[in-house]
């Protein structure tokens, strides 16, 4: 029998008329022929309920509670979901993130995931019944400590249950259609993508797309996993996103680009008047990583002849901004630069598709899109597939529908183009 | 280092100021030179407000997926209250039911703790840290199932913990002062017990007094654990319930009677007309008990010689009585009996004393005191250290009244006689 892997978000489970109705939906499932896994996320607004709770208790809780306080909303959710889809006529057992053999490292509040070992599930999928995972949640290996995923956690959940299933699927359900060629919030004629390769969706999930959490498209890029990205709230198909071919084979031609990404959640820090000698950079990254900051991007203007000093810029998570700018106070005599430069109204805007490997012209196309659109540009980064750039707050907008309308993204633009081919 | 088991319950647990009071208690409790090993209940009306959810989705939600929801309320206030420690300065360490090894029967919803094994709580000891053990909740033998204990179950958790670990005590907190001569609601004058003996304690407790869940009190005397009932909310001694000898030896005299008890809870079944052969009750009670239902007191008629026809009376909890009465039909013809009586307009009143024993005058007091204030009784139960009588519920409150004062309990009426004999 084909497995379906689904997973559910706390949009989707917000009160009990929507945990009966996506039990509906997975009772569907279980009929039409398939053995049926949920992943589930909390309820609703409960995570957030949980950490309010934790702050009125304790400013700093200790991560290995919190973890601890935090599973308890997924375990309401795994139960009430397997009570309705009981309440519909079939049988279901939930299962906790330990129970469904969910191993993971020991850091608590971003722990990965290192095995899966479903025995239960699959001795429960034996017996007839449906599924019921708790997302988001697992247990270390060797200490046997509850561990949390990370906020978006129940998508790889579901994606590394999937793959340790051989499931046909993963389905992701949320309160969209699909993945879009930009946010509709911002760009109202934004489309919906039908098919989009890993690496794509890798990238637009790393530029601020809030579709699907970052690291569930990197495992199912790693296990080969098709996911299926589409609303609980509708029965329209969604996106595809998966490197196998498509219904079409290869015939069909791709779209260059897949879409357009904004992110307003980093900040910039500028490290002004820096010696221009060898080392003094890797200095500056030393100090901010060991202080566990991810940085972005990175530019270093050329050195000015006659100073003999330079200027580094970097971005961050705002978030890890009070830390990075301390992490550099502490070394800025040793290393003997100027100032500390700190700046939270920036945006970053992400062009990406893997069709611009071949289309030298993309970024003329792009450039000259923000330039019309009168966007200044203070930053640039690109990989094979992927143009970003840092511009101000206050424009990112402006520039994300430039840009979109400028590589005919636009629905009202010409039919969408289905995607089909491997070449990608 | 001797050890402390303490439980706190729903109402001491409330909010987040009682959690950080609860917390400031178990650090003063570890400061004073303790391990400390706390089980505590779900946060106030959180029992009530899961149960909600549950019958939202389901009417007839399955007891397997009730339990997977019921323990996620304990599960949110051990993490709150080992954060709330460890905002104090001290570390705790927060287990699940199942990860402190209470193991149990696979009853869901009213399983029982056939063994804890204890290893990673005298682990956690080992190091220091304070533990907080999720009450209400275990894992089930074999299958590895969550199940609960069923309501007020966190105290028998609290006293299989302490047994498992060889506690010097088991401190039970709740929100009154510790047990009392009888409820302070109906008898104003009530005076808080002492010490009390264990088997006093569960006649009192299955007699329907509900500061102790019954099952606890026979887990205590089986492991003989002394416990401590007190208030959460004041620093006053509360009421021992032990075996062993009290501060003063045997030399002071116990008191004859320990307190009135009264239960709201029941009702009464008549099974009128029964014919006057061999096996006819028989037949009754085996269909009752078949049907799941726990009977508490039985009388039978003297049959009238005229007609060989008896009629038999028991009573049962309230919420069994339609399963009683309609396992009752299925058997009429067979039985040939005339009618089936159902009452729920019942009172219980309770007597208990281990001192009654040996004082033959306690019955004639104890009648006397009901006749003058006017209770008819209906049905009389007794064992050796206990009198229950069954009254109108409307005259339950003045039974008990009239019975505490007839014994000397009033608190206005002497001062409290201290418990401190073993003899009994």
Known sequence: MPIVVQKYGGSSLADAESIKRVARRIADT????????????????????????????????????????????????????????????????????????????????KAKIIDVTPGRITEALGKGHIVIVAGFQGVSQGTKEITTLGRGGTDTTAVALAAALRADVCEIYTDVDGVFTADPRIVPSARKIERITNEEMLELAASGSKVLHLRSVEYARRFDIPIHVRSSFSQKTGTIVTDQPGPEGDAVEAPIIAGVAHDRSEAKVTVVGVPDRTGMAAQ????????????????????????????????????????????????????????????????????????????????????????????????????????????RDDLLDDAVRAVHTAFGLDSSEGEAVVYGGTGR
């Open 30 to 109: 279980k009929k039409t022929g398939n053995d049926v896994v949920v992943a589930v996320s909390a309820m609703g607004d409960t995570t957030d309920e949980l950490l309010d709770l934790a702050q009125e208790v304790s400013p700093v809780p200790p991560p290995r509670e919190l973890d601890m306080l935090m599973t308890a909303g997924e375990r309401i959710s795994m139960a009430l979901v397997a009570m309705a889809i009981s309440d519909l006529g079939y049988s279901a057992r939930s299962f906790t993130g330990s129970q469904a053999g969910v191993i993971t490292d020991g850091v608590h509040g």
């Open 284 to 391: 500056i990254f030393e100090a901010v990583t060991l202080a566990q900051i991810n940085i972005d991007m990175i530019v270093q203007n050329v050195s000015a002849t006659d100073t003999g000093l330079t200027d580094i810029s970097f971005t961050l998570p705002k978030a890890d901004g009070p830390a990075a700018v301390e992490s550099l106070q502490r070394i800025q005599d040793e290393v003997g630069f100027t100032a500390i430069q700190y700046d939270d109204q920036i945006g970053k805007l992400s062009l990406v598709g893997a069709g611009m490997r071949s289309n030298p012209g993309v970024s003329a196309t792009f450039f000259k899109a923000l330039a019309n659109a009168g966007v200044n540009i203070e930053m640039i980064s690109t990989s094979e597939i992927r143009i970003s750039v840092i511009t």
